[in-house]
């Protein structure tokens, strides 16, 4: 029995070495592509693998982590249980639940509010998993899906290489971040962000875009960044296509995050309604 543990033990070690030398240089397509459409405005393709990733700034410690939810705050995660949010199917969520946080579980799907909102400020922290595997948008990925169909980018973006519009805090396939705050695998991170839903007048003329300010760990990384529609390979948008606005939308949107195979905890998610629901915005 000797010779075959041997032979599994070669397997094994040339395996892991295999891998190791995999996780240290992706794949050059895993970085991004040249045969997407321009981004109109700028000089770069969709997920361009030369568009300038943005500078690391180390953010200082703890910012807005456990931040208390003010008075006027809707708890969407208090560190008990999932009953504001369901599949998309609005059946009860089968993400893992814990003890003060809970996890995006692999094949489940997407979880989204129960409840939609239009303007709103959100607060979400979350950590990307602190055993690392995979490379560049296999790794630590999720996303907070507005409607479904507006991604601000989750990542594990510390050490890990991949197209400036697709690491942590991007606007997907749209907007890298002005700087990656990324903390590292497994430490908590929040968002706090701003977002503003799209309006459409009566004639269905798209009259104002979707925009978001998101701060990082406490550093703005999106300045009130617009969409230029629903981010790709989410919704009706194929991946690798330009982001457009599709079939016009109330402004009450929910609030959906993703499920991309990999176990990405959340804790302590609160949000305020910045105007009443049904409130229209003169164009
Ligand atoms: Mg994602």
Redesign the pocket.
Known sequence: MTQPRHLALAILVLASRLFAAAADNPPAADLGYKDTPIIPGTPWHVHDSDRPRPPVVTPGPGFSQLALAPADAVALFDGKDLARWSDSRGNPSRWKVADGWFESTRGSGGIRTREKFADFQLHIEFATPASVTGTS?GRG???I?INGIY?V???DSYNNPTYAD?QAAAL?GQQPPLVNASRPPGEWQTYDLVFESPRWDDKGVLVKKAAVTVIHNGLVVQNHTEFFGSTD?VGAIPHKALGAYGQRHPPEVFIEL?D?GNPVRFRNIWLRPLVPASVPVAP
């Open positions: 948008q990925n999720s996303g899906l991604e980018q989750i990542l697709g997907y390979g993703q991309h």
